[in-house]
């Protein structure tokens, strides 16, 4: 994984811990990062493991499960609904896929008592956020050769002061001019087709880029 995956990863990552409780869709984070929703999910399931849903049920799941045990009288529906949930039914169902029992039985099973059991651990399951993502990166750096512990120092500071009364030009942010969409046949997708225009990138000086090979009959 290049610089720019990971960057773009990490960011992903970052974007669904902040807003994992909001109505948050493939679609939404695609146009964030001006890709294609196809590109994009095939980029998110080869680099976290899971598929977009499955990864954002996960986050939601861990965080409902935690409030269950914290806020032992709050209604379970409202958990599931506050950390994300569109309703009270896929909550269920992906607790009981998971846990194979119900809220209520789990809640009362481990309930935050003297004596209580303590929770299974999930951490084999889809609880995936921003720090076990990273370990992931880190792992994945560790296992390539060209990087070594050596190579990497100590974290150092330093404060730089810089004289801006003498004027400038402006920044022009070169990267807000390149779109990429994936392959090219994809190309050909009708959402992509009307959301290009309204990226930066589709203007006369901009790029667009396709990734990959393919062929069309």
């Known amino acids: 994984m290049n610089e720019k995956y990971m960057e773009r990863m990490l960011r992903i ?10 109505p948050i869709t493939l679609q939404a984070i695609a146009e964030r990062e001006y890709l294609s929703v196809p590109y994009l999910s095939k980029f998110f399931s080869e680099n976290i493991g899971l598929n977009f849903g499955s990864y954002l049920t996960s986050i939601r ?21 506050h950390h994300g949930f569109p309703n009270a ?28 059991p303590s929770p299974p651990d ?7 956020n921003q720090s076990s993502a990273l370990g992931m990166v880190s792992r994945y750096l560790q296992r390539d050769p060209s990087v070594r512990a050596s190579d990497i120092g100590a974290l150092r500071t330093a404060a730089i002061e810089v004289e ?15 779109i990429t969409i994936g392959k090219a046949k994809e190309g050909l997708h009708a959402d992509v087709q009307e959301r290009a225009p309204l990226c930066p990138a589709a203007r006369p000086s901009g790029i667009c880029a396709f990734t990959g090979s393919s062929t069309t009959p």
Not at 62 to 80: G, N, Q
Not at 96 to 104: A, E, L, W
């Open 61 to 81: 799941l861990k965080h409902t499960v935690e409030a269950l045990l914290r806020h032992s009288d709050a209604p379970i529906a409202d958990l599931a609904h």
């Open 13 to 22: 990552i970052t974007y669904i811990d902040e807003h994992y409780q909001e």
């Open 164 to 178: 801006v009364s003498d004027g400038g030009r402006p920044v022009r942010h070169t990267w807000k001019r390149l």
């Open 122 to 128: 999930s951490s084999n399951y889809l609880a995936f």
């Open 89 to 116: 039914k896929s909550f269920y169902t992906a607790f009981k896929n998971r846990y194979r029992m119900t809220p209520k039985e789990y809640r009362e099973r481990y309930r935050p008592e003297a004596g209580a």
